[in-house]
């Protein structure tokens, strides 16, 4: 219909040119996501993809863009998300949009859907705003063949998961992941770990992992990882990449040089990261593990009994102990379903809206109690500037947001969800030069699409999938903080999504032009 349109305006000397495209963006300067400085040149865009890049095309098209100098660059590539049951609510995915982000790798944390065939074939019919490839969850690999049993599976249970596995390779899962510090990742030994990244290893996949532990045993934690992609076969993704607790801030210097120890022997791996000093996942990670297992009824009868409620203040107290504070004050509720007034306060605050006793004993209390009415999300504030700005620095670190698609005004989540790349943009390359503009690009970018076998995506290159984001770097900025976390970012002028426009002139265009991406480079399986 537009194209009708803009055929009958077009003077006729134009309408022998059959192959008009649909969309050229003109006075940009393009950043093409291998790290390589700007150059100056336009971008033809037709049926999704980009066909012309080159200095001075001509003008015609049935939409032409001035990009106004601003930087054209390959839309944002998001490793590590968490959208699965967001998309129905929120299929615009302004979140994401509006922070540059035009593919979502989501699954990841040892949680996705098991059937990822059916899931991915889900997203195609659904269209959301952006791009969705999904990892294998093996903690819900592991549930749906053991439950959230703690204890060692049998052969024929194994041989069940590695078929779940097999089928969703098949069916384009990018890999593998887990969460070991989640239910039932937590009960799942190496060696199990072990077999089933074989399998997406055969596949091409990767092996990408919430570790089990990112604080006083790191370094067991990393090394664990890299076992896994030694003798599993396959490339590693370490997620989220940190150090949680006061007394470990610092040690990332060490744990970056593990990670260049485990390349320099030929190992394939590389991490991610949130520019954020805090963290964010369930408020049931503050309880030890064995106390989660079997599901809600069974932590609920637990959690009654007096004995374990004081073992688990223990453990409470020791760990606070350790990171050398008095009160569970790093600790804030993010969205809490039963009384949403705990939302956006610190647990030390919440006991003391009970009526409670001003101490980490009553704290731990009421811990217990938000997790017996079932739990919530919460965000933690437990690293260290230093190491956050030592992990950017590290050139096989990939920018990705570890967060959901956010419903705007709910609760009080992790600003990530809104902001992380333009505060990366903004804050670590504009103001503190921690990295160059190219540099945080290609992190973005390329790297992602690389390690992730996203062949037609992360450059700007002729012949690629046309995701294009187009921004001023000297505005671009993250609005969404602690406080007030639900703003959207600032600076995207113009965003594409498979050569849709779903950002024009800065605003979203409820353009739906996303699709599944499957892992389909396995031409070759060797079995
Ligand atoms: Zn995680």
């Not at 093409?32 to 865009?45: F, L, M, R, S």
Request: charged content about 20%; glycine content about 8%.
């Amino acid at each position: 219909m537009f194209k009708w349109i803009g055929w009958l305006l077009l003077p006729t000397t134009l309408l022998a040119q059959n192959n008009l495209p649909d969309l050229l963006i003109v006075n940009g300067r393009i950043l093409d996501g291998t790290g390589n400085p700007w150059y100056q040149a336009d971008v033809a865009i037709h049926n999704g993809k980009i066909v012309t890049i080159g200095k001075n095309l001509p003008r015609n098209a049935y939409r032409i863009i001035d990009a106004g100098n601003r930087i054209v660059a390959p839309g944002f590539i998001d490793v590590h998300t968490h959208i699965e049951e967001d998309e129905k609510r929120e299929p615009l995915a302004m979140s994401f949009i509006y922070d540059g982000v035009t593919t979502c790798i989501t699954g990841n944390c040892g949680m996705s859907n098991v059937n990822i065939g059916q899931y991915l074939n889900w997203i195609d019919s659904l269209k959301p705003s952006v791009n969705v490839a999904s990892l294998l969850g093996q903690s819900d690999v592991r549930k749906a063949v053991l439950g959230r049993a703690n204890r060692n599976a049998t052969a024929e249970e194994l041989k069940q998961m590695l078929q779940i596995v097999e089928k969703a390779m098949q069916d384009g899962a990018m890999g593998l992941s887990t969460g070991l510090i989640y239910i039932p990742g937590t009960f799942t030994p190496t060696d199990e770990l072990i077999a089933l990244a074989r399998i997406a290893g055969k596949y091409n996949g990767v092996y990408a992992t919430h570790m089990r532990d990112e604080g006083d045993s790191i370094t067991q934690a990393i090394e664990e990882a890299l076992r896994i992609g030694r003798e599993g076969n396959l490339p590693v993704q370490i997620s989220h990449f940190k150090l949680s607790g006061q007394q470990n801030w610092g040690r990332s210097k060490k744990t970056l040089a593990q990670v260049d120890q485990a390349r320099a022997s030929g190992l394939d791996v590389t991490i991610d990261q949130y520019p954020y000093t805090a963290s964010s996942t369930s408020i049931s990670t503050l309880l030890p593990d064995h106390i989660l297992a079997d599901g809600q009824d069974s932590i609920q009868a637990r959690l009654q009994r007096p004995a374990i409620r004081e073992e688990v203040i223990k453990y409470i107290l020791a760990r606070l102990k350790k990171r050398g504070l008095r009160h569970l004050n790093y600790a804030v509720v993010a969205y809490f379903k039963p009384d949403t007034s705990y939302n956006g306060k610190s647990i030390e605050e919440i006991n003391l809206m009970k009526g409670r006793k001003h101490n980490a004993r009553a704290e731990a209390e009421t811990v217990m109690d938000i997790q017996i009415a079932g739990g919530a999300s919460a965000v933690f504030h437990g690293m260290g500037e230093v190491d956050v700005q030592q992990i950017m620095k590290y050139p096989y670190n990939m920018i990705a947001s570890d967060a959901s698609i956010r419903v705007f005004n709910e609760g009080v989540p992790h600003p990530r969800g809104y902001g992380t790349n333009a505060r990366v943009l903004g804050l670590f390359v504009r103001e503190k030069n921690i990295l160059t503009l190219e540099e945080a690009i290609r992190r973005m970018t390329s790297l992602p699409a690389q390690k992730f076998n996203l062949k037609d995506r992360g450059l700007l290159k002729e012949g690629m999938a046309a995701d294009i984001v187009v921004f001023d770097e000297k505005t671009v900025s993250d609005r969404a903080t602690f406080e007030k976390p639900h703003a959207y970012s600032i600076g995207f002028e113009y965003v594409l999504v498979n050569g849709v426009l779903t950002i024009d002139q800065g605003k979203h265009t409820k353009a739906r032009a996303g699709k599944a991406l499957r892992n389909n480079s396995f031409g070759l399986v060797v079995q």
